[in-house]
Structures are given as structure tokens and as C-alpha cells.
């Protein structure tokens, strides 16, 4: 027990002082190796197990690959393709937005990336057609985390490593999800356009212009197309894929829309590289620390526990998503997945529910916690485009923080949202 108490408190003082989340998570593992009397080359053989892997590898090309796409003019054409659509309509460019972000969420794998490349283009767009400011700049932030449910998606890819189970199902299990929250979102946005008269362009659908949009967009459209359906096909693998995305995308923004230029890509590689090292710190850390945590039997205690309170899956369920929810807040949401599902994972398991099922539940979580204050990522990204401070950013997003959270206990009350599609492959 002293060592439980050593690892989590040490955690705990770290966060309360700011120790970056990855020298948090380390620090602890380190007192609990030495409060345990356990050999100093556990946490290095943790630490480099966790990276050495096929699948762990696509995780800096998926970050390259979105903002390889991000600078390569694939967003704006997106945004052209969903505003022939819906632009019109009341609302459109909130709804506009929403549907830019779900597309563009299929090709970068990253929510941030997801609000910055739709957001620079949209929330300008929607102030100027009469939206306020929060509102605009919170739709971008919430609309955003589809980056990480719309398959494909860097924190399904962290929770299949954690917890051993087909990054493949992961990413189908993301479309039954990713297709509630949009159509969510849209009816949200339309209501609060009507009641706060945000017109949209006036412009009745034209087949035409339609036709057309989507011509100029084939590239950016085949991607998710070349990146899923060579998952699926068994053409080749989630980080063959995440590579090939790379290409294509270099290729598609230098040589076929050429807004990418040569000069761009030594910010866009150091970018991502510094992106890539704070993931892998996260991974090798939490990793480490989550082996600890299975040695000294805590997901076993934290069983009785819960099992103490209730025995039936849903009320296990709804608690693990509030704790999701709360860790959210002062968390980054990498971490919470990498130390919370060895730690959970075999509790739920226990009572039948499914891994991909519990998978959607964690990534879910994360993607509320990134529009959470006082560190939600994606609040920050917007606030950056926005000129809004985080304070108001922080009032703004409230409806849509609500709106998730009845989202995610559908999800967790209707499994077969998650698992039906993984289930038919």
C-alpha cells in the first residue's frame, strides 16, 4: 500500500506544481521503483518496449502527414465542398465547419491540427457573416475533436498499443460515433442560428456548382479514400498507410495545388518532430508507470472498490466517465489513456464489455477533455486563431461541453453505436 500511496502522491505533487505531464509521470515511476526495491532497468526496458513497435511508428507520420495536408491547401478545398452543400442554409457556416472538420478529420489522425487548418479559414469566415465571436471560435474547438474520432486517429492508435487490441477495429469502431456527433452538432448550430439569425449564404444547392467543388477537391477527397481503404483492403498496414498519407500529401500540396512550398517543409518537419518527441516521452513514461501499476495489483484494488459500489456495467461505466471527465480538466489526454487503461481495462473486461467498445469510451473522454478548461488543447488553438481570450473561449464552449457529455452516455448506453461496424469485418 505505501507504495501505491508513494507513486500516486508523487503524481499528485507533481502535476499541483507544473511539472510537465511526461517528467510528472516519470518522476513517480522512478519513486515507485526505488520505494519498491525494484531494479532501475525495469523502467528503461518499459520505456523502450513501448517504442519498440511496428504500430508505434505510425504515429509521427500520421502527425506529419496532417500538417503536411494542413499547409497544402487540402482544407480550404474541403471547406468549398461542404459549403456547396449546406452553405445556404441557415447556419451554414457553422455547419459548414462541422462537415470541413469531419473530412479533414479523416486525413490528419489530430484534433488540434483539425482546428487549426479549418479554424484559420472558418472562424474569420463566420464572425464576418455576423457570428460572434465565442460562438464561432467554440464551434471550430468542439467541431475540431472529430479529428480524434473520425478514423484516422492518433489516440485510437495509443489505446490499441495499450491495450493490444486491432488498430483496424479501432478505426471502424469510430464511424458510428463520429457520425452521431456531427449530425449533433449541426442540429445544435441550426438552433442557435435560428434563435440568433446567422444566415447563411442565401445561395440555393446547385447541382453545377456541386459538381464542380467536389472536382477541384478530388484530391484532397481520395485521400481518406487511399488511407482507410488500404487499411481495409489488407493492402497495407495502419503505419504503411500513415506513410503513404505523408507522400501523397507532399505530393498533392508541392506539385498538384502547389500552395505547399519547399521552404515550408523545414518548419513543417521541425514542427512535427517536436510534436512527435512530447508524444513518445508520454508513451515511454506512462508506459513504464503503467507496468508498475499492474505489478503492484491496482487495477485489482480499484475492482474491489468499484465492485464494492455497484456490480453492474453501466453505473462502472458512467464513473469511469466521470473520472475521465475530471482528469480531463488538468490532464493531457495521451497520458490519462496510456496510464488509466491498464488500469481499467481488465476491470470492464470482467464484466463483459468489449475492448473497442471501452476504446471509443477513453477516446471519447479525451476528446471532451480537449475542449475542457483550463487545458483543453483545442480551446488554446482557437483562442490563438480567435484573438479571444481563454476566459471567454471558456464561457462560449459551455453548450458544447454539455451537448458531448450527453453524447458520450449514449455511447456508453448503446455499445452496438461503437462495435456494430467493427463487427461486420
Not at 515511476?29 to 519498440?52: E, I, M
Not at 513497435?53 to 507520420?61: A, D, G, K, L, R
Not at 459538381?211 to 487499411?231: C, E, H, N, Q, R
Not at 499492474?294 to 453505473?315: A, D, K
Request: charged residues 10%.
Amino acid at each position: 500500500m505505501s507504495i501505491v500511496v508513494a507513486l500516486f502522491v508523487m503524481l499528485g505533487i507533481c502535476l499541483l506544481i507544473g511539472v510537465p505531464i511526461s517528467f510528472a509521470i516519470g518522476a513517480s515511476a522512478l519513486v515507485g521503483l526505488f520505494v519498491g526495491d525494484v531494479p532501475l532497468s525495469f523502467l528503461t526496458q518499459s520505456s523502450f518496449t513501448a517504442l519498440d513497435s511496428f504500430t508505434t511508428m505510425s504515429v509521427p507520420f500520421f502527425i506529419l502527414a496532417g500538417a503536411v495536408m494542413e499547409t497544402g491547401g487540402l482544407s480550404k478545398r474541403l471547406i468549398n465542398v461542404a459549403q456547396s452543400v449546406v452553405g445556404g442554409v441557415t447556419g451554414g457556416f457553422g455547419i459548414v465547419t462541422v462537415l470541413a472538420c469531419a473530412f479533414f478529420a479523416a486525413i490528419s489522425g489530430s484534433s488540434p491540427a483539425t482546428v487549426a487548418a479549418i479554424g484559420a479559414i472558418m472562424i474569420p469566415a463566420m464572425v464576418e457573416r455576423g457570428y460572434s465571436v465565442p460562438v464561432a471560435a467554440s464551434i471550430t474547438a468542439c467541431s475540431g475533436g472529430l479529428g480524434i474520432i473520425i478514423p484516422p486517429s492518433i489516440n485510437m492508435i495509443i489505446y490499441a498499443i495499450s491495450a493490444n487490441v486491432s488498430v483496424a477495429d479501432m478505426f471502424l469502431a469510430g464511424f458510428g460515433p463520429g457520425a452521431i456527433i456531427v449530425l449533433a452538432l449541426c442540429i445544435m448550430i441550426f438552433i442557435i442560428a435560428k434563435r440568433r439569425g446567422y444566415k447563411g449564404t442565401g445561395v440555393k444547392f446547385s447541382m453545377k456548382s456541386f459538381l464542380s467543388t467536389v472536382w477541384d477537391a478530388k484530391w484532397a477527397l481520395l485521400a481518406p479514400v487511399i488511407i482507410l481503404g488500404g487499411i481495409y483492403s489488407g493492402w497495407f498496414t495502419p503505419t504503411e498507410s500513415a506513410a503513404i498519407a505523408v507522400v501523397y500529401g507532399l505530393v498533392v500540396g508541392l506539385f498538384v495545388y502547389r500552395e505547399l512550398k519547399f521552404k515550408d517543409l523545414g518548419r513543417i518537419f521541425v514542427e512535427s518532430a517536436t510534436t512527435t518527441g512530447a508524444v513518445v516521452i508520454i508513451l515511454a513514461t506512462a508506459t513504464a508507470f503503467g507496468r508498475l501499476v499492474s505489478m503492484y495489483q491496482i487495477p485489482q484494488m480499484i475492482s474491489s472498490v468499484l465492485f464494492g459500489i455497484s456490480q453492474n456495467w453501466i453505473v462502472i461505466l458512467l464513473l469511469i466517465s466521470v473520472l475521465l471527465l475530471i482528469l480531463g480538466m488538468f490532464m493531457e489526454t495521451l497520458s490519462i489513456m496510456i496510464i488509466l487503461t491498464p488500469i481499467l481495462l481488465p476491470l470492464v473486461k470482467s464484466m463483459g464489455v468489449d475492448p473497442i467498445h471501452f476504446g471509443m469510451i477513453m477516446v471519447l473522454g479525451a476528446q471532451i477533455g480537449m475542449i475542457t478548461p483550463p487545458v483543453g488543447v483545442n480551446l488554446f488553438v482557437a483562442s490563438g486563431i480567435s484573438g479571444l481570450s481563454l476566459e471567454k473561449m471558456s464561457k462560449g464552449i459551455i453548450p458544447f461541453v454539455l451537448l458531448m457529455c450527453g453524447l458520450f452516455v449514449l455511447i456508453i448506453l448503446v455499445p452496438e453505436i461503437s462495435t456494430f461496424i467493427p463487427a461486420l469485418f
